[in-house]
């Protein structure tokens, strides 16, 4: 063969390996657009006391499911959890708690508080701004108080709920008991909170602060820098710190509560039911709770329509991060039993 012959050889080959990667990246990149959904809507909403920020997804026409995150987290906290939902034509909302991301007192001489009864209120606010007659919901942490309080105040609202961590309505009016010393130790963040130096330090060093609650509430979960670098900026809200401080010593006594919801928290105090359809889930590996304990008769008492409850291995404290299939599964199961 000759030397021209070979180089128009060379030449083919290369053309058609070329051509045969340029093939594979239009077939991956077709494979990939029917699943590839529309960004987020960021919006904002008033209420009486709050500018909530919240993102939206999904069909605008869609049954609505809302997304509560807790403390110390903001709406990023749902990303994996969110796609599912709207892939099965839901429409999913996500909101900024008081004292986060892009969440504002519209009344700057309001008071920064952040008792149960308060954003469990925030939760029918919200969705009464957006003209929502009924709503399903899922929360963790803060979110999961809010979604159960909520739950159990306004049945008439909440069609299906996921309970990340079970029923957590609190008794902020009896002494609080003590528990083991182990539960004790995984809490000291609250008692911090309940001087003045843990209120320093939590202003000083909001976000290294928040990062170890991440590692220690989820020991089995290895984030990123860019993952925790995403949502440290809501820790610079300008409410974050009073209504932090102001959540953990209310519910220890430490605090008075809002008088507008005095007979409220009287109401929680009794640890009302929870007569909506629902799902608990529990991570097997929560830094804060410990393992979850078993069921009990006391627990299905308070979930009177519970449909399952399920302990997710491999998770810790910020369950839909890291296991939100497992997230998004309930809540697709639940609605589906409320048809």
Known sequence: MSMQRSRRALLRSAFALGALA???????????????QPAARGRTVDTDVL?????????????????????????????????????????????????????????????????????GQDLIDFA??????????????????????????????????????????????????????????????????????????????????CRLLWELWSPTWHFTDEVFNRTAPSFDNPDFVDCVIHSYRHRNLGAPGEPRFADVERRLAMRPTIDVPS????????????????????????????????VVPGAGHFLPREKPEAVASALLEVLGSTR
């Open 128 to 209: 009464g701004a957006l003209g929502l007659q009924r709503f399903a919901v899922a929360g963790y942490d803060w979110g999961n108080r809010a979604a159960c309080v909520a739950a159990a105040l306004h049945p008439e609202r909440v069609r299906a709920a996921v309970l990340i961590g079970g029923y957590t309505i609190q008794d902020t009016l009896g002494a609080p008991q003590p528990l083991a010393p182990e539960r004790e130790r995984a809490l000291w963040y609250q008692w911090y909170f309940h001087t003045e130096r843990g209120r320093l330090g939590l202003a000083a060093n909001r976000r290294p602060l």
């Open 279 to 310: 799902i608990g889930l529990y991570g097997a590996d929560d830094g804060v709770g410990g393992p979850p304990a078993a069921d009990s008769p006391a627990e299905r008492a308070t979930l009177t329509a519970r449909k399952a409850r399920r």
């Open 22 to 36: 340029s093939g594979r990246r239009a077939l991956a990149g077709a494979r990939q657009q029917p699943g590839a």
């Open 51 to 119: 500018r909530i920020g919240f993102e939206e997804s999904g069909n605008p026409q869609g049954f609505p499911i809302l997304l509560l995150h807790g403390f110390p987290d903001d709406v990023r906290a749902w990303d994996g959890v969110v796609p599912p939902l709207v892939s099965n034509g839901y429409r999913v909302l996500v909101p900024y708690l008081r004292g986060h991301g892009a969440t504002r007192f519209r009344d700057s001489t309001a008071p920064r508080m952040a008792e149960q009864a308060a954003i």
